[in-house]
């Protein structure tokens, strides 16, 4: 089955460390997304990427960085920059095209202890 | 600033009741609405894209609605399993990122 992929479902970091979220899409859609989803606020933007080795900053892009090295690959790494990295995770993937909808992974919750 | 607003927050319905939930919009362009459907712990699920105002899209016991102001989403006759989190969602300009808004925690009782 088509879908989108993210890994590990829960993660749990010490604070000062550097973690990598994983996404993986079967789907050959070109261009994939990461959310943060806070209790109480709308999803927000981190990173998204049209195309291979190619990727822009979203709305709260500090604290984080991503790689497209791969069309079906977009992982997501949260730095000791971030300073409130405790949040919900989910990555999207859309096709081709103006306006077409997006598709979600199952998500990655993150806990800094 | 694009801004996309939900309401109710939290909406409870008898089974069989009826309701609608309210997404409004201020955007410079609409070019897509897009309504979500999230169960807890999980990634939301696309339920519909609308594109021009006076479009309307169906789906079991839910429709989508959309004028130049505002989206509807109208749940005819709900069930327990209709209980979710609706989010609604736009794209503005070029390319596809969605601007969200919060969300409408429906749950429906027996």
């Known amino acids: 089955d088509g879908g989108i992929t993210q890994s590990p479902k829960y993660l749990f970091r010490k604070e000062g460390q550097n973690v990598t979220l994983s996404c993986e899409q079967n789907l050959n859609h070109d261009a994939m997304y990461w959310y943060r989803q806070d209790p109480g606020q709308g999803l927000r933007l981190i990173y998204y990427s049209q195309i291979v080795n190619d990727f822009q900053k979203g709305d709260i892009a500090e604290g984080y960085s991503v790689s497209r090295e791969k069309k079906e690959s977009f992982p997501l790494t949260v730095t000791s920059a971030q300073k409130n990295p405790t949040a919900f995770y989910l990555c999207a993937s859309s096709r081709p095209g103006q306006d077409t909808e997006a598709f979600f992974g199952q998500g990655t919750r993150l806990t800094v202890v | 600033e694009d801004q996309v607003t939900q309401s109710p927050e939290a909406l409870r319905l008898q089974e069989g009741e009826s309701s609608s939930l309210n997404c409004s919009y201020t955007?410079?362009?609409?070019?897509?609405l897009f309504w979500y459907r999230q169960d807890p712990g999980k990634g939301p699920e696309f339920l519909f894209t609308l594109y021009s105002a006076g479009e309307e899209k169906e789906k079991e016991r839910l429709k989508a609605t959309l004028t130049k102001k505002e989206s509807f989403l109208h749940i005819t006759a709900p069930k327990p399993e209709d209980s979710a989190t609706y989010l609604c969602?736009?794209?503005?300009?070029?390319?596809?990122?969605?601007?969200f808004g919060t969300g409408t925690q429906l749950k429906v009782e027996l």
């Open positions: 969602a736009v794209t503005t300009g070029g390319g596809n990122k969605l601007t």
């Open positions: 955007v410079s362009g609409l070019r897509g």
